[in-house]
């Protein structure tokens, strides 16, 4: 009763928002974008994919003849922020959704001890906004923020590139996984200033870029080599789902995530940057995972007449 009355304040708060207050801006608008970039397929492009995923494998030294069947990928996200009205103070969130069902316990806890609370997750960071790249020409080799080592499986991040922070995939408690189409929604003061600054420069887009926590080193064997996947813009119907289980330990609970087969043409799961004014509360978990994938079924632009196209994001007034 108490969650029930909870989503319901939520959902009434979230309504009497103005629209130029909060705007979650996918993937879909404008000039964004999503790629994955593989290094052990380095020229290889991967914008017309219908999933971005990162993974890890070291297994094998530099030079060794075996060394391309380890595994390093990243995820590149851009945001196009021309035409949105942009108010002078404001806090940020960036979102991606769980593309696939086998995100279970040994995929992101620590299945040794065990310990539910040691877990994996991504680590994000910003690009130069001086720097741009395209989803149909993106590739390992020359992603902005990469210097390719030729050493597949070790990261190669450059100062073009900064460090955000991260976002851990939530403990899995009592369900059987976690489920097609949840969000995993990032935020840290790092990212409100990436954002803030780009803004300030005169950036009409921004670009986060994440990879998986762990490295080739981790001690939990389950996590090496797996590909931890998430929904582009591309996958325009997100798969099925329909054995997820909420609580195992329920033999009544109801089956099936309930994003299971749902529609993303419009974006609604595709990666994507929130920008929320301060003149409203800052969202909390549950708001943001109600605006991100909730029943509401939109994303909102910044004001109504925002232009289109190659314009900048514009001031709110005072």
Same mark, same amino acid.
């Given at each position: 009763?108490?969650?029930?009355?909870?989503?319901?304040?939520?959902?009434?708060?979230?309504?009497?928002?103005?629209?130029?207050?909060?705007?979650?801006?996918?993937?879909?608008?404008?000039?964004?974008?999503?790629?994955?970039?593989?290094?052990?397929?380095?020229?290889?492009?991967?914008?017309?994919?219908?999933?971005?995923?990162?993974?890890?494998?070291?297994?094998?030294p530099?030079?060794?003849?075996?060394?391309?069947?380890?595994?390093?990928?990243?995820?590149?996200?851009?945001?196009?922020?021309?035409?949105?009205?942009?108010?002078?103070?404001?806090?940020?969130?960036?979102?991606?959704?769980?593309?696939?069902?086998?995100?279970?316990?040994?995929?992101?806890q620590?299945?040794?001890?065990?310990?539910?609370?040691?877990?994996?997750?991504?680590?994000?960071?910003?690009?130069?906004?001086?720097?741009?790249?395209?989803?149909?020409?993106?590739?390992?080799?020359?992603?902005?923020?990469?210097t390719?080592?030729?050493?597949?499986?070790?990261?190669?991040?450059?100062?073009?590139?900064?460090?955000?922070?991260?976002?851990?995939?939530?403990?899995?408690g009592?369900?059987?996984?976690?489920?097609?189409?949840?969000?995993?929604?990032?935020?840290?003061?790092?990212?409100?200033q990436?954002?803030?600054?780009?803004?300030?420069?005169?950036?009409?887009?921004?670009?986060?870029?994440?990879?998986?926590?762990?490295?080739?080193?981790? =001690? #939990? *064997?389950?996590?090496? &080599?797996?590909?931890? +996947? @998430?929904?582009?813009?591309?996958?325009?119907t997100?798969?099925?789902?329909p054995?997820?289980?909420?609580?195992?330990?329920?033999?009544?609970?109801?089956?099936g995530? =309930? #994003? *299971?087969?749902?529609? &993303?043409?419009?974006? +609604? @799961?595709?990666p994507?940057?929130?920008?929320?004014?301060?003149?409203?509360?800052?969202?909390?978990?549950?708001?943001?995972?109600?605006?991100?994938?909730?029943?509401?079924?939109?994303?909102?632009?910044?004001?109504?007449?925002?232009?289109?196209?190659?314009?900048?994001?514009?001031?709110?007034s005072?």
């Amino acid at each position: 009763m108490n969650a029930a009355r909870n989503i319901v304040t939520a959902l009434v708060a979230l309504l009497a928002v103005p629209a130029a207050d909060a705007a979650w801006v996918p993937t879909n608008f404008g000039n964004g974008a999503d790629a994955e970039v593989r290094e052990s397929n380095p020229t290889q492009n991967r914008g017309v994919s219908t999933e971005i995923a990162s993974r890890v494998r070291n297994g094998f030294p530099l030079g060794d003849a075996n060394d391309g069947s380890d595994r390093n990928s990243a995820i590149y996200t851009k945001f196009d922020l021309s035409g949105t009205l942009i108010p002078d103070q404001f806090v940020t969130a960036f979102r991606m959704t769980y593309r696939n069902n086998n995100l279970n316990g040994t995929r992101i806890q620590d299945s040794i001890t065990p310990n539910p609370a040691v877990r994996t997750g991504l680590a994000v960071y910003g690009l130069n906004p001086a720097l741009d790249w395209s989803e149909d020409t993106i590739n390992y080799l020359n992603a902005p923020g990469i210097t390719f080592d030729g050493d597949v499986g070790t990261k190669d991040f450059n100062s073009d590139l900064t460090f955000l922070g991260t976002v851990l995939f939530p403990a899995i408690g009592t369900q059987n996984w976690l489920p097609v189409g949840q969000a995993l929604i990032f935020q840290s003061a790092n990212l409100d200033q990436f954002v803030a600054d780009a803004v300030t420069g005169g950036a009409t887009q921004v670009t986060l870029v994440s990879t998986v926590i762990h490295g080739a080193d981790t =001690p #939990f *064997s389950t996590w090496l &080599n797996f590909n931890y +996947l @998430f929904n582009p813009k591309e996958q325009t119907t997100l798969n099925s789902d329909p054995n997820y289980d909420a609580d195992i330990n329920d033999p009544g609970n109801p089956l099936g995530s =309930p #994003f *299971s087969g749902a529609d &993303n043409s419009t974006g +609604l @799961f595709s990666p994507a940057l929130l920008i929320q004014s301060t003149a409203v509360p800052v969202p909390g978990v549950l708001w943001l995972e109600l605006v991100a994938v909730g029943g509401l079924g939109l994303w909102r632009r910044r004001g109504a007449v925002a232009t289109r196209g190659g314009a900048s994001p514009r001031r709110a007034s005072a």
